[in-house]
């Protein structure tokens, strides 16, 4: 048995070493390519050569980033081409899109109405006044028998209009004495009668024209002074309405620096008409601001230089130096042309002992008096005239930026004693 197990033994042996001879004869040798098939011939590399190590290790060169597309140079005439960005890969998230904020749109440039005839216009704001003057002057005067007490009562009546205990007592002694020579009782002829009284005791001869234009080839300086609560920087934008409306250029200094919002509304009033303004810092030097406000008036070529000043009345020492100082920085350039007082009419005979202050400590020339349609008290101007020795030239009879009106004495009484 195990004879005849020995010759299969050999045929399997002989059989492996055959199969592994023929695998090793056919296996590549190790940095040779294999064989090509029948009637292949690779160039370059004869069959069981070598392969240089540049071919084993170069790798397979990358295809190259297509760049991004620059956009396109637009024709004269035609918008640019720019290409839509790459939408975002799976997974990622789009960046965000930049978007520019819009720009402020620019201020309209307004035009104002004329001044001439403003006063007219607003007549119907001094209403309040009217129940005093027209309905109740009037009406006393109108009585059959005007006795002592008739006319206390038309004392009574101008008093409590602001109109002064002395104004008041010089026109019913005025009143008394024509209406007795004449024997007047027509309600007509006593309204002229009364108008000719009030007309002449706000003293028609009072120059009150603006002083503006260019003086020696130099703009006119105005200051604006007047307590904080007056109305004063805004009566100061209105005054430049008042002049651009009447043809002239204007150039604006805020020389209040000690409010800041002071300087930004004066820089809003002035850009509604095309006027510059000068500033400061906060806090800063009032004089530095009043002078470049003029050296920018005379390199602009305007004819008229507007300055805010500041409204601080602790004390007049304070005060006068501050406007003093003021007024010496201005004039290196120039005279000052005009210094207008703001004063609030509301405020009444009180506010008259803040107006002598100002009188005292600069030389004002006139008297812009705000807030006239607020009150019943249009006796004031009389009163301020009076008081002051001080024509009364701008007077505010409203809220809108047009509603600033040149003062004219026999438009005025026409307002207040209403329609014949």
Known sequence: MKDALVPVLVVIGLLLLAGLTLFLVRRPRRGTLPEAPAGEQRPGIERGEKIPPSVITAPAPEKPAPEKAAPEKAAPGKPAVVPAPAPPAPGETAPPVEVAPPKPAEPEIETPEPTAGRLVRLRARLSRSQNVFGKGLLGLLSRDHLDDDAWDEVEESLISADVGVQATTEIVAKLRERTRVLGTRNTAELRSLLSEELIEALDPKMDRSLHTGVVDGKPSVILVVGV???????????????????????VLGAADTFRAAAADQLATWASRVG??????????????????????????????????????????????????????????????SETLLVLD???????????????EVADVTGVVLTKLDGTA?????????????????????????????????????SALLGDE
Request: hydrophobic share 40%; proline share 5%.
């Open 228 to 250: 904080n609560g007056a109305g004063k920087t805004t009566s100061c934008g209105k005054i430049a309405r008042v002049l651009v409306a009447d043809g002239h250029t204007v």
């Open 275 to 336: 006027a510059q303004v000068v500033r400061g810092p906060e806090g800063g030097d009032p004089a530095a601001v009043a002078f470049d406000a003029v050296k920018k008036g005379i390199d602009a070529g305007v004819d008229t230089v507007l300055i805010d000043t500041a409204g601080r009345l602790q004390n007049k020492v304070g005060l006068m130096d501050e406007l003093g100082k003021i007024k010496r920085v201005v004039e290196k350039h120039g005279p000052v």
């Open 345 to 359: 009419a509301t405020a009444g005979q009180n506010g008259l002992s803040q107006a002598r202050v100002f009188t």
């Open 377 to 413: 008290k249009g006796g004031i101007v009389i009163a301020v005239q009076r008081a002051l020795g001080i024509p009364v030239k701008l007077v505010g009879l409203g809220e809108g930026p047009d509603d600033l009106a040149p003062f004219d004495p026999q438009q005025f009484v």
